[in-house]
């Protein structure tokens, strides 16, 4: 069974500072790796994904992550934070094979502070 | 393309009446998801279409909970009768299998049942 683990509930950043979100994962087989970022009162907007390929994967806003099989995890960072980056961010799984289910993690909210 | 429309954005409705949350998915897209999400239970699957046709409904509450996908430009989640429990933002997603799969997410639909 796929399943998606975000061990943070929160992660408190100052502005300017690295930031780092981590996700561990299970599935069978290969991965589809994702990072999705959720405004309040909004949908989930897609932020990235890892596919195939290079193990650094860059996506909007200057986010990336890092897809690290033997420790099947998929950490999210930016090198400076800002503010407007304070939002709840998912990690996402799918099996390469069998199905287009996606399974989504709990959530991390980040607060950046100024 | 506007991204995924669904409407309504709020419904709050008395329990016991009968609910429908509406979505039309981005054109072009054959899968759909509808996604329900709680502070206590996080975002969970409810059911995916795939061409219009139901795939996997396993996370279907229960029998008062039912979906449909008439054609490819739009669906419906019926809930009946509604219960307070039922009280969640419910989320529509599309996607297809063309560069990955990501998902465009729509703005939700904030249901009360009071």
């Known amino acids: 069974a796929q399943s998606v683990a975000q061990p943070e509930d929160q992660v408190n950043v100052a502005e300017g500072n690295p930031l780092t979100v981590k996700c561990t994962y299970s599935?069978?087989?290969?991965?589809?790796l994702f990072w999705y970022v959720q405004y309040p009162n909004r949908g989930l907007q897609f932020l990235l994904k890892?596919?195939?390929?290079?193990?650094l994967v860059k996506g909007s806003y200057g986010f990336e992550a890092e897809f690290n099989k033997s420790q099947t995890s998929f950490h999210l960072k930016k090198p400076s934070a800002l503010v407007s980056d304070s939002a709840l961010y998912f990690c996402a799984v799918r099996a390469v094979t069998g199905g287009f289910k996606t399974i989504f993690g709990a959530g991390t909210r980040l607060f950046v502070k100024a | 393309d506007a991204g995924v429309i669904q409407s309504p954005r709020h419904e709050v409705t008395e329990m016991g009446q009968e609910v429908t949350l509406r979505c039309k998915p981005i054109s072009g897209h054959d899968y759909l998801f509808w996604y329900r999400q709680t502070m206590m239970r996080g975002l969970e699957l409810l059911i995916y279409?795939?061409?219009?046709?139901?795939?996997?409904d396993s996370g279907m509450p229960e029998d008062r909970f039912s979906a449909k996908m008439p054609n490819a430009s739009f669906s419906t989640l019926k809930i009946q009768p509604s219960e307070p429990r039922d009280s969640a933002v419910y989320f529509c997603a599309s996607s297809s299998l063309t560069g990955g799969g990501g998902y465009t997410f729509g703005s939700g639909t904030r249901l009360t049942v009071v």
């Open positions: 890892y596919i195939t390929g290079d193990n």
């Open positions: 279409f795939n061409n219009n046709v139901p795939i996997d």
């Open positions: 599935v069978s087989g290969n991965p589809y």
